[in-house]
């Protein structure tokens, strides 16, 4: 099983790739797209979840994805027909950091896909290469709500505190105007729904060659949360708006 699959599999009871819920992604979604038109972008967008909720909650809001993934591009244009936007979405398949177009965006987004870019900074260095005047940037990434182990750090990277990655946010030009810092609920839901997924799939599964491979690797990441990084890791998202020079 590829990581992929794996993905889609451990995703399947939480289709947002990030420790949110839904009305947080309802509310920062309205934030950030206040007046119902806008042209969005999301880098890296999986299956596309963020865009399907911003073409549904706006009638003429336009969206493009980009994502190395091809099957969840399929999925999302899938869901797109389904909710009967498929005319409003444009997907790319190539890397985030590849794409280029002669038209800027309204909105940018990026969730949980900093590593693509190489941190949380660059990952904003993008999207301002994409974003029109006046446009806003919805971002999420980590940060270590207390200090982690070095296992800690080696497993999720080396984020800083809450305080200090707004602080290097603002000195990168940017102003937030509204945030949401995930709930312990909120973290705990996404990492029960990805593992136990993962983990209900081997058990419904066990003739797949997968199934053990499949099941070995939930209760390894299931451990890994509860025993490294659960008491230490929080998770930001930010909308942004560039600060005048």
């Known amino acids: 099983m590829n990581r992929e699959q794996m993905s889609r599999i451990a995703h399947a009871g939480h ?33 596309g979840e963020w865009l399907l909720r911003a073409l549904a ?11 190395i993934a ?13 909710l009967g936007v498929r005319d409003r979405l444009v997907l790319h398949h190539l890397s985030a950091e590849d794409f280029q177009s002669a038209e800027p965006f309204d909105v940018v987004l990026s969730f949980g896909a900093a590593h693509v870019f190489g941190g949380l900074l660059p990952t904003l260095a993008a999207a301002r290469s994409h974003l029109a005047p006046g446009g806003r940037v919805l971002v999420g990434d980590g940060f270590w709500e207390r200090p ?16 200090t990655t707004v ?10 105007v509204d945030g949401h810092v995930s709930t312990r609920q909120e973290l705990d839901d996404y990492e029960w729904a990805c593992w136990g997924s993962l983990a209900a799939w081997a058990l419904d599964h066990p003739g797949d060659p997968d199934s053990s491979h499949a099941l070995a690797t939930a209760t390894a990441r299931r451990t890994e949360w509860l025993r490294v990084y659960r008491d230490t890791f929080g998770f930001v998202s930010l909308v942004l708006r560039p600060t005048p020079e």
Do not use: I, N, Q, Y
Not at 148 to 162: C, H, I, K, N, Q
């Open 70 to 82: 091809e099957g969840d591009l399929c999925r999302a244009a899938a869901a797109a027909r389904d």
């Open 167 to 176: 602080d290097r946010v603002v000195a990168d030009g940017w102003t937030p």
């Open 57 to 67: 909650m706006g009638p003429r809001v336009h969206a493009e994805g980009v994502d």
């Open 148 to 163: 982690p182990s070095r296992e800690a750090v080696e497993m999720l990277g080396d984020f800083t505190d809450l305080a």
């Open 15 to 47: 289709p947002v790739k990030s420790p949110l819920g839904d009305d947080s992604v309802r509310r920062l979604l309205a934030r950030g797209l206040p007046r119902g038109d806008e042209r969005v972008l999301d880098l890296g967008c999986g299956g």
